[in-house]
Nanobody
Framework: QVQLVESGGGLVQAGGSLRLSCAAS????????MGWFRQAPGKEREFVAKVGWTGGSISYTEAVKGRFTISTDYAKNTVFLQMSSLKPEDTAVYYCAAANLRTPTNNQYKYWGQGTQVTVSS
């Protein structure tokens, strides 16, 4: 089992920045990919970004390209999501997820954190 705990959410004005962290524990040696997802009120959960646990294979959803940066600190079992130029439409609960696969589909993430709220005011 892998446990994931997110932190770093909060309230920020449009144009501001936040950095989310996700600390992983347990069988992290079984993890190949870490991802961030978000779910806005009344909407389905959507993919935001993913990264290979050792730092490669990064991808982003189009809506956040150039504004968000995903990174890992493999030694500390932590993945980050640096969010800049935030917009009100970025408001959502952000979830960290882990997969045992190198190229998981969005439905193949096995472990999930509890989520952290990000609210961007206009």
């Amino acid at each position: 089992q892998v446990q994931l705990v997110e932190s770093g959410g909060g309230l920020v004005q449009a144009g501001g920045s936040l950095r989310l962290s996700c600390a992983a524990s347990g069988r992290t040696d079984s993890v190949y990919t870490m991802g961030w997802f978000r779910q806005a009120p009344g909407k389905e959960r959507e993919f935001v970004a993913k990264v290979g646990w050792t730092g490669g294979s990064i991808s982003y959803t189009e809506a956040v390209k150039g504004r968000f940066t995903i990174s890992t600190d493999y030694a500390k079992n932590t993945v980050f999501l640096q969010m800049s130029s935030l917009k009100p439409e970025d408001t959502a609960v952000y979830y960290c997820a882990a997969a045992n696969l190198r190229t998981p589909t969005n439905n193949q993430y096995k472990y999930w954190g509890q989520g952290t709220q990000v609210t961007v005011s206009s």
